[in-house]
């Protein structure tokens, strides 16, 4: 469970649209602040199986340098596997196969450059690389089973006039979804969890509250019924708790961070849409951590029913000089 938020301290904030602006787009300033390495490790007693470790993809906050995975049986070196500074982009996963029960250790490592962001206007022309069709696809799930589900968040969406307008931008439209979630809910982390998926997404809007996770998937979910691709993403802050926030994906910009957490703590958006401020967090997808499955000679048997649920991020270990290329 996601469910600590510690809050930021924002340093750089986001310039509001102007119609009336001589400006005609924004772009994703970038600024190098450090580098890291991430790791972590898990044992199991007795564990046979698939480990499948999803490698955090780049992002505007993020450059993956290398990443290595290491899994041990029984004391001895079973596989190691690493990823270069050219690979991790175009490899999704890294996998390793443990054929028959055993005390199993494993240890990865992260080597990325941590990058301070603000969205500034702009004049000059902006390329922006368009998503692929599954990337897209992903980025706009829902989690509704059925029509009356789907309908009954698209009635709260035109109670609160949530649908986006012909005459607003991506941009427009998603700064005023943030501008009323940080008006009407509050952070708070429930007192029990509940199993069903429509039972909680009514608790969160009965209660008009949530912790990092539900807020941001609340403002993912209202964008992505109106269209527009949004990455909701976790990971380990610097002081070892969790956080979850959401990159939006805008057409002249591309994937822009967005900090709707803090956003509501604060009851204002200045400085949480296109930055993250110093907050320090290697990004994954909240949604798939480490999976596993059942393994039957070289064939894959039944479901992913052994799930060793490891981190996407552990431990931070940072190196104060931006331009150094060593860690500890």
């Given at each position: 469970m996601l469910s600590s938020y510690i809050a930021v301290a924002v340093t750089s904030g986001f310039v509001q649209p102007n119609p009336q602006s001589s400006f005609h787009q924004?772009?994703?300033?970038?600024?190098?602040?450090?580098?890291?390495?991430t790791s972590f490790r898990q044992s199991?007693?007795?564990y046979s199986g698939q480990i499948v470790y999803p490698v955090p993809p780049d992002d505007p906050n993020q450059e993956i340098v290398a990443c290595t995975m290491s899994v041990s049986k029984n004391g001895t070196l079973l596989d190691s596997k690493k990823l270069s500074a050219s690979e991790?982009?175009?490899?999704?996963?890294?996998i390793c196969d443990v054929d028959s029960p055993g005390y199993v250790e494993l240890l990865v490592q992260v080597d990325w450059k941590y990058y301070e962001t603000r969205l500034s206007p702009t004049n000059s022309p902006v390329e922006v690389k368009a998503l692929g069709d599954r990337e897209k696809a992903d980025a706009l799930k829902t989690p509704w089973r059925t029509k009356d589900e789907k309908d009954w968040f698209g009635r709260f969406l035109t109670t609160n006039n949530l649908w986006k307008l012909d005459s607003e931008t991506d941009l427009d439209f998603a700064v005023r979804a943030e501008q009323f979630e940080a008006a009407n809910f509050r952070y708070q982390i429930p007192d029990r969890e509940l199993s069903d998926v429509l039972a909680r997404w009514k608790q969160v809007l009965d209660s008009q509250s949530g912790e990092c996770w539900r807020l941001s998937d609340l403002l993912a979910q209202i964008l992505r019924q109106n269209g527009i691709p949004v990455r909701t993403t976790s990971g380990n802050l610097t002081d070892g708790r969790h956080h979850v926030r959401d990159l939006v994906y805008l057409n002249k910009v591309g994937w822009t961070p967005v900090e709707a957490t803090t956003a509501v703590c604060r009851q204002n958006i200045n400085g949480t849409f296109g930055s993250w401020g110093d907050t320090t967090m290697l990004n994954g997808n909240w949604t798939t951590n480490v999976v596993t499955a059942t393994k039957k000679g070289n064939v894959r048997v039944g479901t992913f029913d052994k799930p060793m649920w490891l981190p996407t991020t552990g431990n931070l270990w940072f190196t104060e000089n931006p331009?150094?290329?060593?860690f500890r």
């Open positions: 924004y772009r994703l300033e970038r600024v190098l602040k450090g580098k890291f390495r199991v007693a007795s991790p982009a175009n490899q999704e996963v890294m331009t150094s290329v060593s």
